[in-house]
């Protein structure tokens, strides 16, 4: 089985400064990890997947995870937020062949 | 908290029949719903947006024919796979919000297997 979690249900960064979301998972198989971004009135997009592999993931929009088996964790980080940053980041896990199991979602707030 | 609901968990069924999948929402009103495919070990791709009652959009590539969504009420929207294929065969996940702040819920999936 798998589970997600993700700290802060609300992070609020100044534009330009660090963004990092925070995602610690648990799985009893080797994890299949995801990054999704929803903005208002839309479908949820993937920002980036780690499968196997590279454990330091590149996705859309300058974003990035890495994968720490040992701490459990795949937070996504991005160098300088930019307005059209803020939206609502989900964090998923699977086990390949299961369904994907979503955290509670972290709103990202992106201030001028 | 709120809390989305997906019927059945699993479905086995016959290549030719169709097949519903029921998503509701428990304690909330549910104004969009969206409907999600996912393929082993890969991504969700986005199928359709549903609003209570109005036609849904599908996303480009989908067939409309072939998966019918409706949604008739605030708290259920149905997906029905029409002449189901083996090809057909996925997860199906539904999630719903109940406005255009509020946070998305996801249900826990279904699973089609077309024989």
Known sequence: ?112 | GAVVSQHPSWVICKSGTSVKIECRSLDFQATTMFWYRQFPKQSLMLMATSNEGSKATYEQGVEKDKFLINHASLTLSTLTVTSAHPEDSSFYICSARDGRNSPLHFGNGTRLTVT
């Open chain 1, 1 to 112: 089985a798998q589970s997600v979690t993700q700290l802060g249900s609300h992070v609020s960064v100044s534009e330009g400064a660090l963004v990092l979301l925070r995602c610690n998972y648990s799985s009893s198989v080797p994890p299949y990890l995801f990054w999704y971004v929803q903005y208002p009135n839309q479908g949820l997009q993937l920002l980036l997947k780690y499968t196997t592999g590279a454990t330091l993931v590149k996705g859309i929009n300058g974003f990035e995870a890495e994968f720490k088996k040992s701490e459990t964790s795949f937070h996504l980080t991005k160098p300088s937020a930019h307005m059209s940053d803020a939206a609502e980041y989900f964090c998923a896990v699977s086990g390949g062949n299961t369904p994907l199991v979503f955290g509670k979602g972290t709103r990202l707030s992106v201030i001028a």
